[in-house]
């Protein structure tokens, strides 16, 4: 294995708005809480939509998602606890399991299916919705599962978080890079950089990042500090693009109970016009129109 690569960050971003999300139903009534709404996809431009859903009583997932399209982004679904088959129309078919990932490319479209494999116990992830180039929304429609042992990571050595014994900072790398570690997916035209961070008490983690990509935390066990703001548990954290800045540093309290978890997302901004109808976006009314007129030809396959 390669050795890790310091990550130094001088200048690090600070909070510009904490977002509390909305809780709202999708799919054949699954409970969710939204933090990346329709009013943020300017602003956090390439990213369209971040859900989560969490849940222990089945009643809040166990319709799923039947049968419905995409076309012209990517969804990305990390499920942290429990089990969705996926199936669509081009005849794949996977199942998402404990800390697996699918990556799907919707490109000029599909009809897919997002079904609970479990009748009890806890659910818990989230899907996010990641743009498309203009030049990419109508490509080959593609997808890849991750499982969980597939996802690149590594723990950053006790002392390169500065405190002290304690186990040191586990990092997940779902997409772009980090500390020389590169993630299960790289994109060109939006650069994603996905983590799934852990916290241990008393831990602290920084990360490069370009000053002009949109980045956001997302807090789902325990809570954060980034600068002298701290993020609660379910809350998103949207990090201002202050000019010269160059990453941002995360620390967790020595107090905390148990380990932070939380999500670290950024990407490029594509600056094109978005144009969106529920599960279609495109750049233009017009491309919408016809999104809607193959889905209901059946075109959408
Ligand atoms: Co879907």
């Known amino acids: 294995m390669t050795p890790l690569q310091p990550a130094t960050v001088h200048r690090p971003r600070t909070v510009e708005r904490?977002?509390?999300g909305q809780p709202t139903s999708d799919g054949a009534g699954v409970k969710l809480l939204r933090l990346l709404t329709h009013d943020l996809q300017q602003r956090l431009d390439p990213f369209l939509m971040l859900d989560n859903f969490a849940s222990d009583d089945p009643d809040d997932y166990i319709a799923g998602f039947p049968d419905h399209p995409h076309r012209g982004f990517e969804t990305v679904?990390?499920?942290?606890?429990?089990?969705?088959?996926?199936?669509?129309?081009?005849?794949?078919?996977g199942l998402l399991q404990n800390g697996g990932v699918q990556w799907m490319t919707a490109g000029r479209g599909l009809v897919h299916s997002e079904l609970p494999e479990?009748?009890?116990?806890?659910?818990?992830?989230?899907?996010?919705?990641?743009?498309?180039?203009?030049?990419?929304?109508?490509?080959?429609?593609?997808?890849?599962?991750?499982?969980?042992?597939d996802i690149p990571g590594f723990t950053l050595a006790a002392d390169a978080a500065h405190h002290g014994d304690r186990p040191g900072v586990q990092v997940r790398v779902i997409a772009g890079s980090s500390h020389g570690v590169h993630g299960a997916v790289q994109r060109d035209g939006t650069a994603p950089l996905y983590l799934d961070l852990t916290l241990p008490p008393?831990?602290?983690?920084?990360q490069p990042l370009p000053d002009g990509h949109n980045a956001f935390v997302v807090v789902y066990r325990?809570?954060?500090?980034?600068?002298?703001?701290?993020?609660?548990?379910?809350?998103?954290?949207?990090?201002?693009n202050d000019a010269g800045s160059d990453g941002i540093t995360l620390s967790a309290s020595?107090?905390?109970?148990?380990?932070?978890?939380?999500?670290?997302?950024?990407?490029?901004?594509?600056?094109?016009?978005?144009?969106q109808?529920?599960?279609?976006?495109?750049?233009t009314r017009e491309q919408l129109m016809q999104a809607v007129d193959d889905f209901q030809n059946g075109r959408l396959v």
């Not at 679904?77 to 078919?93: F, P, Q």
């Not at 008393?202 to 920084?206: I, M, V, Y």
């Not at 002298?228 to 990090?239: E, G, P, Q, S, W």
Request: aromatic residues 8%.
């Open 77 to 93: 679904t990390y499920m942290i606890t429990g089990r969705m088959r996926h199936r669509d129309s081009a005849g794949h078919e």
């Open 202 to 206: 008393g831990a602290r983690f920084s």
């Open 222 to 240: 325990e809570s954060v500090n980034v600068g002298d703001t701290a993020v609660a548990h379910r809350k998103m954290a949207i990090l201002r």
């Open 18 to 20: 904490i977002v509390h």
């Open 277 to 283: 109808y529920g599960p279609f976006v495109m750049n």
């Open 118 to 149: 479990q009748e009890e116990g806890a659910m818990e992830g989230f899907q996010l919705w990641l743009n498309l180039p203009a030049k990419d929304k109508m490509c080959t429609p593609w997808y890849r599962d991750i499982q969980s042992g």
């Open 254 to 275: 020595a107090t905390l109970a148990a380990p932070a978890r939380v999500l670290l997302i950024a990407g490029q901004p594509l600056h094109e016009p978005i144009a």
